[in-house]
């Protein structure tokens, strides 16, 4: 059950990334370092130095989580023996620090203003303030039962989203914990949204792209900030049908990719979600099977290349793939097993 609930989670998770230039004139003389996580718990990892060309990477660890700051990539996930939540960096891909214990097991990490910020399972928010040499926990959840399925970074505003259990009504809430950061101090409250009234939605895969930061939940709806520090937010806005909105991706200026697809089932296919106009608009059109597996991370930066992680099930147990597409999402090629 544990497992089940784990991959529930980092199904969710989002791909953080950060150019090593600071400039789009550099960006062509500037190598980029990405990273996208495996699979429920697999010890695996997909890195790239030009946003083009991926290697796997095999950790001494599951993966549930990976971000990177542009020179610096971050692996987080659990011993698939002791059961402990561990990290590792890397300034290459190649060379890989030694695993520290993490405070809590994470489902997304974003590194960002020189910190990195994770938050996961058990309602846990860390933060690193060393380049990833040690974590602390700046936030521990209230409630019993509760998951950070996505964490983002604006300005002053460190926002993360999840679900917890409210033996109230029986089913889980949408719930998002926003916090102001300043020297030293850290004021969490708790941002009050249309997930909150209505039972039943998880909050997960969150995304901050040019021109809109939106969350989405496990029922097709999608929710979109009205302040740029994301504390006040738009009534729920249904996507296309009760598919839960899993991987995202902005693709520049304007554009944002949204994954709707059920979790926990090979049944039933994926569907693209795509929008030209910062999510004003989606067109879900695109049946999204990659050959009857489920996407669940993306990344890219024009509708011309774009890849997805995915899960398939060969009857041993889940497994990553990576995929890629050059048209837009209609046609997808296995890249790597």
């Known amino acids: 059950i544990f497992f089940d609930k784990q991959s529930t989670r980092t ?48 950790p001494p660890f599951g993966t549930t989580a990976a971000c990177s700051s542009g020179s610096e990539l971050y692996l987080m996930g659990m011993h698939q023996q002791t059961f402990d939540p561990v ?22 990490c974003e590194a960002s203003d020189g910190n990195i910020y994770a938050s996961g399972y058990n309602g846990g928010v860390i933060r690193s303030t060393d380049g990833g040499d040690s974590y602390d926990l700046i936030y521990k959840t209230k409630h019993n039962i509760e998951s ?10 460190l926002i993360t989203f999840g679900d917890y259990d409210d033996p109230t009504v029986g089913d889980y809430r949408g719930n998002a914990i926003e916090a102001r950061l300043s020297v030293g101090n ?12 209505n039972g039943g939605y998880a909050l997960q895969s969150a995304i901050s792209c040019p021109g809109v930061v939106l969350v989405g939940d496990d029922t097709g709806n999608y929710y979109v900030a009205e302040d740029k520090h994301a504390t006040t937010w738009s009534d729920r806005i249904f996507l296309n049908n009760t598919l839960g909105v899993g991987g995202s991706v902005c693709i520049g200026d304007t554009g944002v990719w949204l994954v709707q697809h059920e979790d926990m089932s090979t049944s039933q296919d994926a569907i693209l979600c795509v929008s030209d106009d910062s999510a004003k608009t989606f067109d879900c059109s695109t049946d999204l099977t990659l050959a009857h597996v489920k996407p669940l991370k993306l990344y890219g930066k024009s509708a011309s290349s774009v890849f997805a992680t995915s899960r398939t099930n060969d009857g041993l147990g889940e497994s990553t793939e990576l995929w890629h597409t050059t048209n837009g999402g209609k046609h997808w090629e296995k890249v790597l097993p």
């Not at 550099?26 to 699979?39: D, H, K, N, S, T």
């Not at 990290?87 to 489902?107: L, N």
């Not at 996505?150 to 002053?156: A, E, P, V």
């Not at 850290?186 to 009234?197: S, Y």
């Open 186 to 197: 850290v004021t969490w409250t708790e941002v009050k949204g249309d997930w909150f009234n």
């Open 87 to 108: 990290a590792i960096k890397s300034s290459d891909g190649k060379t890989w620090s030694d695993p520290v214990k993490i405070p809590t097991i994470v489902v997304e």
């Open 148 to 157: 950070f399925n996505s964490i983002l970074k604006l300005d002053s505003t």
């Open 11 to 58: 199904s969710t998770m989002k791909l953080q990334l950060a150019a090593i230039c600071a400039t789009a004139a550099l960006q062509g003389a500037c190598a980029e370092l990405a990273i996208l996580p495996g699979v429920n718990n697999e010890a695996k990892a997909y890195i790239t130095t030009d946003g083009e060309t991926w290697s796997v990477y095999k």
